[in-house]
């Protein structure tokens, strides 16, 4: 998308006055992983030189404590731990961690506790200890079947490894989210529908369905791979989705695939605008209080990140969400989902009335992105195909 002012004119005046807070989650991010991927551009840290899990565990625990008098009171409902390599920490680190998120937050009995994994750290005694610690949720980095496209991906991890994590992970969690990419380098449609009918062989509950993107700030953006044409990624997409509505899995995102009642909650929440308290290196927060919403988001290396904890002060940028930025910043979530999102959520989550954006919505559904009625807006499939151009109807340009 091009740069625009997020701004919608006639809202300067207007105050943010919620009714109600949204649902809250808490993303706790692990910032190192063993080998840093030539395509990612998380905040993450190869596992060498300065590296303390001990210490870093403290920091957590300390960081979510300074955050406590943002979220008094109000009850966690999913709880997601992101990376990096999450897996890369033992057992007794997540118990810990989970252990005092317990006793400072109200964690809702019901609550989703997912932990992303490597493969290539997977140890049954380790997976067995995060279950125990009360991760009820596994994510894996598959990626791909193929060693092929895992060498060219800079994967750490082998075909014959991912077979065997998942197959450890499904001994110990009933609830298991697989990631796939598509349109790697070299990749014909041939070996992108294998990579995905092999994972259908597990039969997880969760399917995340990438396609491969070239991010600034990463190895693959300054040495670009030979990627498959606009058209071969094009046909990869239609067929993956095809292939899995064929298997009963429900598109419910972009690139999220789930069997029935399998949706990932953590990752609804925040595509709702639902609230998140994010600690750790680099992570970011978005949490609402009756008068305002605002965004934060810690020090990112984590050297930085421990130091700025010590002195009490780990956020490094806080700024409030303005009235008129609230719409971008809702529909660039919500229309991410496929079904779209209940009409009466859009004031329930910035407390401004839908009539502040219906000429959008009257352009966009002219133009057949959108389709409304009185109790639902909904991306159609063209909408979907072209979300970036949708999102654009609601960006204000003033300057």
């Known amino acids: 998308m091009t740069s625009h002012t997020l701004h919608f004119p006639g809202l300067e005046s207007q105050k943010v006055a919620l009714r109600a807070l949204p649902p809250l989650s808490l993303y706790i991010h692990i910032p190192w992983c063993v080998r840093k991927c030539p395509y990612c551009d998380f905040n993450s840290h190869e596992a060498r030189g300065f590296y303390s899990e001990r210490e870093y565990v403290s920091a957590l625990i300390r960081d979510l404590e300074l955050a406590l008098p943002l979220i008094w009171g109000r009850t966690v409902f999913t709880v997601f731990f992101g990376g990096g390599t999450p897996s890369i920490f033992s057992g007794e680190s997540i118990e810990e961690i989970m252990r005092n998120v317990r006793m400072l937050l109200p964690l809702d009995i019901n609550a989703e ?22 991760v009820n949720r596994l994510s894996l980095g598959i990626q791909s079947f193929n060693d092929a496209h895992l060498r060219l991906l800079g994967r750490i991890h082998t075909e014959s490894e991912a077979r065997r994590a998942i197959e450890i992970a499904q001994q110990h969690f009933e609830n298991i989210n697989l990631d796939l990419m598509y349109a790697l380098p070299k ?38 791979p030979v990627l498959p044409d606009d058209e071969t990624s094009s046909d990869m997409q239609k067929r993956v989705e095809e292939i899995l509505e064929e298997q009963a899995y429900q598109h419910y995102e972009t690139s999220a695939f789930a069997k029935p009642k399998r ?20 992570a970011h927060s978005k949490l609402s209080f009756p008068d305002k919403i605002v965004r934060q988001v ?45 009409s009466v959520l859009f004031q329930e989550r910035t407390s401004l009335s839908l009539l502040t954006i219906q000429n959008e919505l009257a352009a966009a559904e002219k133009k057949g992105l959108l389709s409304m009625t009185h109790k639902r807006i909904t991306p159609t499939t063209v909408g979907r195909r072209f979300l970036n151009d949708l999102l654009e109807m609601f960006l204000k340009n003033t300057g």
Request: charged fraction near 20%; charge should be neutral; include cysteine.
């Open 298 to 342: 810690r020090y990112r290396h984590p050297k930085a990140y421990m130091q700025q904890v010590a002195r009490a002060a780990p956020i490094q940028f806080e700024n409030q969400v303005l009235p008129g930025e609230l719409p971008f910043e809702f529909m660039m979530n919500a229309l991410r989902l496929n079904d779209g999102f209940d």
């Open 187 to 224: 990749q014909t449609l041939v070996e992108a529908l294998q990579d995905v009918r092999s994972a259908l062989a597990y039969s997880p509950q969760h399917l995340s369905c990438y396609h491969l993107t070239l991010e600034p700030n990463t190895l693959f953006h300054r040495n670009p």
């Open 263 to 282: 949706r990932a909650r953590h990752n609804l929440n925040y595509w709702m605008f639902g609230d998140y308290l994010g600690i750790g290196a680099g």
């Open 113 to 134: 506790i997912t932990l992303e994994a490597n493969p290539g750290t997977v140890e049954a005694a380790r997976f067995s200890a995060y279950r125990e610690a009360g």
